[in-house]
């Protein structure tokens, strides 16, 4: 007989769906951009519980509750009963010990010989010596006071005198390498001069005055030393290129001359004429033209 049979007396809830599914696909579920059925597989929406079956008794196939068989006995297993052959977990008898003794003065040790010492430690040069075994502290006492503390005393003096302070170490190194305290120089000296270079070049450059002066929109006049000065320069410059435009002027001329000999007297009366009418032009367009330079500048 089984455990639970259903119970024969139960009936279906009124209201109950047995056509409804308890779960149904998301409606609003939609499927990945990224999604490939050939790699992914066929698409499936994630099941969510169905909405119809929220306030009612409940949906899908119904089946009665189960409950305690009364006619179930349980599996059948014969009654256990003393076993006539059990005799017990086997263990060796126990004899009486033939080296077995009972120490009456357990502190009263035999004399020591020698001492073992188990160190690890990454430093070498390690010495012990003067091991005392003792069971007394008054005697350790004493013999610290007479023996440790005045070898320890003389130790200490002896590493502190023995060791080197730093400026010691260089003045020695120099001895054999002289040229080192030129390296001492340089490491000392160029920290300090970048130091001076890099404060005093950051002071702030000396302000124009230029423009602290007020601007105006009045048209200041140039003064009497400047206009004077300028005007003697302009003489000077106009003087220069009349020179040299009458030195190009002889050069031409005499050239004229000497390639008009064979002709006739007429040609070379109106060869003169005609030079000697464009070098009265020439002579005048250089004062005009310097006058109206004169006119811009002082403008």
Known sequence: EPKEIPDESATIPSGWLEDEAPMIADPAAVQPVDWDDEIDG???????????????????PW?????????YKGIWRAP?????????KWEPRKIPNPEYFEETHPYKLTPIGNL???????????????FLITSDQSIAKQYADQIWYPK???????????????IDAIVKATKDRPWLW?????????????LVVFCWSRKSPVKSTDGIKKKT???????????????????????????????????TSTAGKDALENDDEGQAEEATATETSENTNQSSSPSASSKSRRRLRKE
Not at 63 to 71: E, F
Not at 116 to 130: G, P, Q, Y
Not at 152 to 166: K, T
């Open 42 to 60: 066929t698409w499936e929406a994630p099941r969510i519980d169905n909405p119809a079956c929220k306030d009612i008794a409940g949906c899908g």
């Open 116 to 130: 073992a010492l188990e160190l690890w430690s990454m430093v070498d040069s390690i010495v012990f010596d003067n």
């Open 182 to 194: 030129a390296v001492y120089l340089i490491a000392i000296l160029l920290p300090i001069v970048i």
């Open 63 to 71: 089946t009665a509750p189960m409950v305690p068989n009364p006619a």
């Open 217 to 251: 929109d009045e048209v200041e006049p140039d003064s009497t030393e400047q206009q004077l000065s300028s005007g003697e320069h302009d003489e000077e410059t106009e003087e220069i290129e009349i020179d040299e435009q009458q030195m190009k002027r002889n050069v």
């Open 80 to 88: 256990l009963v003393d076993n006539p052959n059990y005799r017990g």
């Open 152 to 166: 320890s005393v003389l130790e200490g003096q002896a590493i502190s005198a023995a060791s080197e302070s730093v």
